[in-house]
């Protein structure tokens, strides 16, 4: 194993959005792949024809590329191995089907959907395997010409894998080390359907991560019951010495804890689990995406690896590059994660403290415009500067920093009951004149002057800002006092003094 060189696959199925849990799976495996100097691969497993999803696959590929997450090859890359969609692989499929069939390690099976359910309801506990299989109508129990006849006349049917009872197999996984299963629980799973001519998942992914050099599967934890089933196909059809490890990925819980994540754990508290905002084709209901809430996309990264997964030691802020020379499967959970949302908003808010001012800014633009705000680049750039502090998300800063766009035409009741006292328009109506006297109106000297004055005239510092504060804000917020006028610069700082005298007088 050693010798080969990594290769591993995100292999999602077309029926919906890309659920978070998915978008985790993928990470970690390009983690993994860029770790070892490895190809990711994607491939699209669209074997299950009746819950194919018109757009799922564009969706996929649009929400990886935005979270960064580049493939090697597979669908919409190119490569050798391909093709990479499973129902464009009929054939190489079918001729591994007849190989275990011709080998006495699987058979055709023509129970009608009615007959199973009759033998559902007659033996409790029904499953399909060696104590139950000879009471079935299959290729086991009809003759040759029998089974070539109901073949000729059109019948469907099914190939099922032939599992002999009793048998210890082995899964040695990388994150829970050995799993030993029984091979009596299994039942005879479905690996191949007539009806559209396409192997079940089991078979296809087997048969691709072989023929594809699949050197390590790294899939969600629901996939380990599979496993056994995956194992001894790799036996049957003689690939034990290539067959790939495996590691299975701990559960995204629900913010409580108790049970899987879902859309409607989203729903109800009010946070996305896709990437992508996603509307169904079918019902036409739109579910909000992580992209469209305002979420980073290197936030969203970090804040997914670190759900079952620590790179032992106390660093949460993570870029991509670290989070490559730091993944290790071996640090990787065997319990499920809780999935915090609200940690994910922290991680939101560092990264937008990371990012420089021109590029916020130009995030906020859009915002601006949607409020019928046209202002040159460099006056955002400032606004951005002082106010990114206060928010989670970009689009937050315009309840944070509309005053700087727009001068209040209101002031906050409860403030200008708590904050304009009876001499605050005389008092600025003198802080006018002075400011009509300021030349450098930048932050140090204005301040400068206008506490000069205050102490000159020994009047109550507080009462004086927080006034001051109103009459430019409309409220008690925004940051420095003199960090909004040298913003707002002079003329605007005394037009809203103004107005603010006359409606308070």
Excluded at 460 to 466: D, P, Q, T, V
Aim: hydrophobic letters at 40%; glycine letters at 6%; proline letters at 4%.
């Amino acid at each position: 194993m050693s010798q080969r060189k990594v290769r591993v696959r995100f292999a999602p199925s077309p029926t919906g959005a890309l659920h978070i849990g998915g978008v985790r799976t993928a990470l970690y495996n390009y983690l993994f792949a860029k770790q070892n100097g490895g190809d990711l691969i994607l491939r699209i497993e669209d074997t299950d024809s009746q819950r194919f999803v018109p757009g799922a696959e564009d969706y996929i590929i649009e929400a990886l590329t935005w979270l960064g997450i580049k493939f090697d090859e597979g669908v919409g890359f190119g490569g050798n191995y391909g093709p990479y969609r499973q129902s464009e692989r009929k054939e190489i499929y079918k001729q591994y089907v007849d190989q275990l069939i011709s080998n006495d390690l699987a058979y055709i099976a023509f129970d009608t959907p009615s007959e199973l359910e009759e033998k559902r309801n007659a033996i409790a506990n029904f499953q399909y395997d060696a104590s139950t299989r000879l009471q079935m109508r299959n290729s086991l129990t009809l003759s040759a010409e029998e089974t070539n006849t109901l073949i000729a006349a059109g019948n469907q049917y099914v190939v099922r894998i032939k599992i002999e009872p009793n048998e210890n197999i082995v899964v040695n996984d990388l994150i829970r080390g050995e799993v030993i299963i029984n091979s009596s629980v299994l039942d005879d799973k479905v690996l191949y359907k007539s009806a559209d001519q396409l192997p079940t998942y089991h078979m296809a992914n087997i048969v691709d991560d072989h023929l594809m050099e699949v050197t390590h599967v790294i899939r969600g934890e629901e996939w380990l019951p599979s496993a056994p089933l995956h194992v001894l196909l790799y036996r049957y059809l003689g690939w034990t010495d290539t067959m790939p490890a495996f590691a299975h990925l701990p559960l995204l819980l629900k913010p409580e804890g108790n049970g899987k994540l879902s859309k409607r754990d989203g729903d109800r508290l009010g946070f996305p689990v896709f990437p992508l905002e996603w509307k169904d084709p079918v019902s036409g209901d739109i579910s909000s995406g992580y992209r469209e809430s305002g979420y980073l996309p290197e936030a969203v990264v970090n804040f997914l690896a670190l759900l079952g997964w620590n790179p032992g030691n106390d660093q949460e802020i993570l870029t991509m590059d670290e989070l490559v020379k730091l993944f290790s499967l071996e640090h990787c959970s065997k319990s499920g994660a809780k999935f915090d949302y609200e940690k994910g908003k922290w991680f939101n808010h560092q990264y937008i403290q990371k990012k420089d001012n021109a590029t916020l800014a130009a995030l906020f633009q859009p915002v601006l415009a949607e409020n019928g705000i046209e202002v040159c680049s460099s006056y955002v750039e400032k606004v951005v500067s002082l106010m990114k502090e206060r928010v989670n998300f970009v689009k937050e800063l315009w309840d944070q920093s509309a005053f700087f766009f727009v001068a209040p035409l209101s002031y906050d009741e409860k403030t200008v009951k708590k904050r304009w006292k009876d001499n605050s328009s005389a008092q600025l109506t003198e802080l006018i004149e002075v400011l009509r006297t300021v030349d450098d109106f930048g932050i140090e000297n204005t301040e400068e002057i206008v506490k000069g004055w205050i102490e000159q005239n020994q009047y109550h510092l507080g009462n004086i800002m927080n006034a001051f504060r109103l009459a430019l804000v409309g409220e008690s917020k925004g940051p420095h006092i003199f960090n909004i006028t040298e913003a707002l610069g002079k003329e605007e700082t005394i037009t809203r003094l103004q107005r603010a005298i006359e409606i308070l007088k």
